[in-house]
């Protein structure tokens, strides 16, 4: 992985100095938190120029709706809402990401403009994907993915989540690189809330280190999941609607950008730019103090502490010569 701050840099797209900020916008009407709202091309497009306004660093653009018990929109209309959006928001210079598991759709997204293909399998639910990527150049995200969550199947069993999602992540890039699509440019996802319950998501969350080893940039898509809800609610109470969990996706996002995550994917853009540009911020802080300052302090904290015991030691130095001159 090339470092760029410590978390890598993607090829293919801009350099960022701290944790990316990816904006969503969904063409959907049945997405779980805001489905509905930006469904005609126009209004899409407004809103992803918001995002960017509001601090986004690029905008991902999907169709096709990815929460539990979703139905599958066919390819033509995925088509429809998605290619149109790309190349409006393209031609305004803003960089885009396709939010797809259709490589027709990824194509088409790419000749429109799009920079960066996300498909949550992770190339696995059509096997035209990763040719196409590879032949394109684009860089890819790999999420890991166990399969459609149609009907309830989240097949969420975890012996060990942390180790099983990184061994099977691990595989799966494996799987990307010999299909063609180059090491510097695949970014992996641990697939937060896909087949994974509320203490699956919070544990990858603690061990983003694990992902990190990888060797690859990791994005982080935590952005109002139920984890978030069931965090907010407590043991007794009612989860909060997805649109009130954006304060805790902010401190999610904060907490990733301070592992060193490649980039946070989200619906509200602005406080989650304010929280990283702040993560980044104690980065640099910490990287600017001294190398030999106290746990406690800086080093101009510690000079009182210094100067307090040596004052000490004198005193005693003065009272052991008196007691040698009594003896």
Known sequence: MSNQSGRGRVAGLPVWDRCAVMGVVNVTPDSFSDGGRWFDTTTAVKHGLDLVAQGADLVDVGGESTRPGATRVDEAEELRRVVPVVRQLAAEGVTISVDTMRARVAEQALAAGAALVNDVSGGLADPDMIPVVAATGAPFVVMHWRGFLEGGNVRGVYADVVTEVADELHARVEAVLAGGVAPDRVVVDP???????????????????????????VLVAASRKRFLGRVLAGPEGAPPPARERDAATAAVS?????AGAWAVRVHEVRATADAVRVARAVEQARAAAPADATP????????PARANHADRSDRADRADRSAEGAR
Do not use: I, N
């Open 296 to 303: 406690g302090g800086t080093e101009a904290s510690a000079a």
């Open 254 to 258: 904060a907490l990733a950008a301070h």
């Open 191 to 217: 697939g937060l809330g896909f087949s994974k319950d509320a203490e699956h998501d919070l544990a990858l969350l603690a061990r983003l280190d694990r992902l990190l080893g990888l060797g690859h940039p």
